[in-house]
Antibody
Framework: EVQLVQSGAEVRKPGESLKISCEGS????????IGWVRQMPGKGLEWMGI????????RYSPSFQGQVTISVDKSISSAYLQWSSLKASDTAMYYC????????????WGQGTLVTVSS | DIQMTQSPSSLSASVGDRVTITCRAS??????LAWYQQKPEKAPKSLIY???SLQSGVPSRFSGSGSGTDFTLTISSLQPEDFATYYC?????????FGPGTKVDIK
């Protein structure tokens, strides 16, 4: 059974750093792109970026380029989303999702990680 | 970037109703379109890919159609568990983009 399990909710202050994770199981992790999607409170889905674990090829949405870093450790089947300096506007639910094949849709999703940034 | 729009933004319907949601891309995306269902406080769930192919386990009352720039999601007979928000997404090119969503609630 394909599963993506994300790390737990986080509370941080503005200016702090953070790294959240997404662990895949039940499939060959290195062979499927993993994407990250933001959902701000009461709002829609926004694609942030995507990484291919096999070679760490990474693409970012222009809206998030330079604001976050996506990385992967294929040895432990985990992808990461990190911030070096959080803002209050980063408060949101963040989902990881597996891309079906090289060009497909997001077929499996993690349960989400709620990030709250507040002073 | 390819912009996605959806209509309506919300609708009220009754159990048993036929519901149609429209999604439009700002440029042609062939059939590289997916539909997702999201219930409150839950992760999105993939319903349809390649415009009209049903994901495994998705009930047959859901169907998708379209190609190019205009797409539809149809629920043939709305069930209580279908009350949710529905998003379309293009995966023709980067950046991948989602529509703003259509909320389906109980009349």
């Amino acid at each position: 059974e394909v599963q993506l399990v994300q790390s737990g909710a986080e509370v941080r202050k503005p200016g702090e750093s953070l790294k959240i994770s997404c662990e895949g199981s039940g499939y060959s992790f290195r062979n499927y792109w993993i994407g990250w999607v933001r959902q701000m409170p009461g709002k829609g889905l926004e694609w942030m970026g995507i990484i291919y674990p096999g070679d760490s090829d990474t693409r970012y949405s222009p809206s998030f380029q330079g604001q976050v870093t996506i990385s992967v450790d294929k040895s432990i089947s985990s992808a990461y989303l990190q911030w070096s300096s959080l803002k209050a506007s980063d408060t949101a639910m963040y989902y990881c999702a597996r891309r079906h094949g090289d060009y497909g849709e997001f077929d499996f999703w993690g349960q989400g990680t709620l990030v709250t940034v507040s002073s | 970037d390819i912009q996605m729009t959806q209509s309506p933004s919300s609708l009220s319907a009754s159990v048993g109703d036929r519901v149609t949601i429209t999604c439009r891309a700002s440029q042609g995306i062939s059939r590289w379109l997916a539909w997702y269902q999201q219930k409150p406080e839950k992760a999105p769930k993939s319903l349809i890919y390649a415009a009209s192919s049903l994901q495994s386990g998705v009930p047959s009352r859901f169907s998708g159609s379209g190609s190019g720039t205009d797409f539809t999601l149809t629920i043939s007979s709305l069930q209580p568990e279908d009350f949710a928000t529905y998003y379309c997404q293009q995966y023709d090119s980067y950046p991948l983009t989602f529509g703003p969503g259509t909320k389906v609630d109980i009349k």
